[in-house]
């Protein structure tokens, strides 16, 4: 199998690909459905209210309209949290797979899920902890948690059957960090005039040597390489950025679900050096190629999603509208979700529970269509019993 069968053959590809025009209208679903959720959950629990204020017990706010959160707003917040996410897996000295994986996890989530629902606050310590379990990244539970503040064990554990549902119980994600190493090597071998073109390219490793030399440099003005070492050294230089550039802006944007790995680590080879991209490019494809034409065209489209992420440091004005976000959450939450680990505590196998969160029929009911849905769906994906 080529690498591109072997890839069409991932869940990555299969359950976590899409169109822009795809992903808006999943987000906006998924957006509908929750506001439709929250409003008549918070319903229910004003006519709960309205009898007790009958009785002269209620808060006296059970007719209070429900704002909620537009699809913007969500994905404000969430985008928020992957960067939380990211400081949390790098205080915690966890390697670049498990903070990628760990993001990855949280934006395939609330593609299914939203913040109304379940607070991304809540499920960020879960999500990274199952990261180090898929990416085999051992940590013990209790060591995890000693390094979060304010987290206990239960609060890890709590949210995790809910991600791993929102997940469709696909845990690989394909990251392109693997992908620019490899071209780092390539490009390295050519330099040092040990490189080989693809068999469609008839160039001589003598040949490519002395290109890579007469490239144009990164920024005008700037001179030419003049030697193997110059080479090797904007090789380096070159590299250190694209993989800045796969650990901050290819995680906080959309491109892990609208382009391939091998695309997405390309792009940002060709953003932090265009002339060197290209070089690399004509290696693969003969010059008049209507592919290398396509695939450019692509490429720019992936370096412009690049290009737009959002700072890994909010600024003021950043902080104040994500400020105003969460003010705004705190009014439109599901009231009958916001206690994971309560509810966790409560749960048995057959949905039901005892005491201060026992479930009533309707819910019971609810959450057993719930896992029957989900194992249907894990069906599609690993295939019937055998």
């Known amino acids: 199998m080529t690498e591109d069968e072997i890839y069409r053959a991932s869940t990555q590809y299969r359950l976590w690909s899409f169109t822009p025009e795809l992903l808006l209208s999943l987000r906006s679903t998924t957006n509908s459905l929750a506001a439709d959720g929250v409003r008549t959950a918070i319903s229910t629990r004003n006519v709960s209210q309205a009898k007790a204020e009958a009785s002269g017990t209620g808060d006296g706010d059970s007719n209070r309209e429900v704002d909620c959160l537009t699809v913007e707003e969500e994905q404000k917040l969430v985008g928020f949290y992957c960067i939380k996410t990211m400081e949390f897996a790098d205080f915690c000295d966890f390697p670049t797979n498990v903070k990628a994986t760990a993001v990855q996890y949280l934006k395939r989530f609330y593609?299914?899920?939203?913040?109304?629902?379940?607070?991304?606050k809540e499920m960020m310590p879960s999500a990274l902890y199952l990261a180090t379990k898929t990416e085999n990244h051992y940590t013990s539970l209790r060591s995890f948690v000693s390094k979060l503040k304010k987290i206990k064990a239960e609060d890890v554990i709590a949210p995790e059957f809910l991600l791993t549902q929102g997940l469709r119980?696909?845990?690989?994600?394909r990251h392109p960090q693997r992908g620019l190493e490899g071209g780092f090597m390539e490009l390295l071998a050519l330099a040092n005039g040990q490189g080989h073109a693809s068999s469609q390219v008839e160039i001589s490793s003598d040949k490519l040597q002395k290109d890579l030399l007469d490239i144009?440099?990164?920024?005008?003005?700037?001179?030419?390489?003049?030697s193997a070492e110059d080479v090797v050294l904007r090789i380096q230089n070159a590299h250190g950025r694209a993989k800045e550039i796969l650990k901050t802006s290819a995680l906080l944007t959309d491109a892990y679900f609208l382009y391939t790995p091998s695309q997405i680590w390309f792009s940002s080879l060709i953003i932090a050096d265009e002339p060197l991209a290209h070089f690399y490019l004509k290696t693969k494809f003969p010059l008049s190629s209507d592919l290398k034409t396509s695939i450019l065209s692509h490429l720019r489209q992936c370096c412009d999603l690049l290009r737009s992420s959002v700072s890994a440091k909010p600024g003021d004005v950043e902080m104040r509208e994500l400020t105003r976000i969460d003010k705004k959450l705190y009014k439109c939450r599901n009231p009958e979700k916001i206690d994971l680990v309560g509810i966790n505590k409560a749960q048995k196998r057959d949905g039901e529970g005892k005491g201060e969160h026992a479930l009533d029929e309707r819910t019971i009911k609810k959450r057993k269509l719930e896992r029957e849905n989900s194992m249907k769906e894990a069906e599609e994906v690993f295939g019937p019993a055998l």
């Open 169 to 173: 119980f696909t845990f690989d994600v």
């Open 216 to 226: 144009d440099p990164v920024k005008e003005g700037k001179p030419k390489p003049r």
């Open 111 to 120: 593609l299914s899920n939203s913040p109304m629902t379940y607070h991304p």
